[in-house]
């Protein structure tokens, strides 16, 4: 699975957007960009994923470039309850999830 | 929304016994993992289930480890002789396909004494 690469920590302000950057430059044809989050120690819940093309859901937004080396993982306004640690992941053909350290996002009042 | 649900949510064992970690995966899925993440560290994958049988396991799942679905409906996780370095949250998902969203339970604390 190629290794992906994001910001230990970031801040935003609550009912601002937040932006997640990833970057994932040895991704391979093939694989997925998920995004998980993990508030607390609770189980990491699913967010979104996307191959190539931009894909929006209830929670979030998911914006891939062109060359697929990059995404950015974007909550539209985010609230407190958005503090946690996001996981960008490469998913490959072998479905097994290897999570980083992720970013730990701090959404303050 | 259907989800993921782990028993016990806390597990204290002493070393050297036999744990079971149960399961019951999103109903329509069929495909489940363990996952787990030590106190302070990164979530690791364990095992990948589909069709009755391993479908990929990592170094940490060694002997000690096995894996069933007995009845249709749960998904345990069970650690033969346990260590101290199994204490950890562990963690089951469920997939509907094997490319599709992993869907995570809130895990059970397992503290080994």
């Known amino acids: 699975d190629a290794k992906t690469t994001q910001p230990p920590s970031m801040d935003c302000a609550e009912g601002r957007a937040a932006n997640l950057p990833c970057n994932h430059s040895t991704i391979s044809g093939n694989e997925y960009v998920y995004w998980y989050r993990q508030i607390h120690s609770q189980g990491p819940q699913y967010i979104i994923h996307?191959?190539?093309n931009n894909e929006t859901n209830e929670m979030a937004s998911l914006i891939i470039t062109e060359d697929r080396k990059s995404s950015t993982l974007i909550l539209p306004h985010a609230t407190l309850r958005d503090t946690a640690v996001y996981y960008c992941i490469a998913l490959g053909s072998n479905y097994k999830l290897t999570f980083g350290k992720g970013t730990l996002l701090t959404v303050n009042p | 929304e259907p989800e993921v649900t782990q028993t016990p949510s806390h597990q204290v064992t002493q070393m050297g016994q036999e744990v079971i970690l149960r399961c019951v995966p999103i109903s329509n899925h069929l495909y489940f993992y363990w996952y787990r993440q030590i106190l302070g560290q990164k979530v690791e994958f364990l095992v990948s289930f589909y069709n009755n049988e391993i479908s990929e396991k990592s170094e940490i799942f060694d002997d000690q480890f096995s894996v069933e679905r007995p009845d249709g409906s749960n998904f345990t996780l069970k650690i033969r002789s346990t260590k101290l370095e199994d204490s950890a949250m562990y963690f089951c998902?469920?997939?509907?396909?094997?490319?599709?969203?992993?869907?995570f339970g809130d895990g059970t604390r397992l503290s080994i004494l």
């Open positions: 998902a469920s997939g509907q396909g094997a490319g599709q969203p992993q869907h």
């Open positions: 996307g191959l190539k």
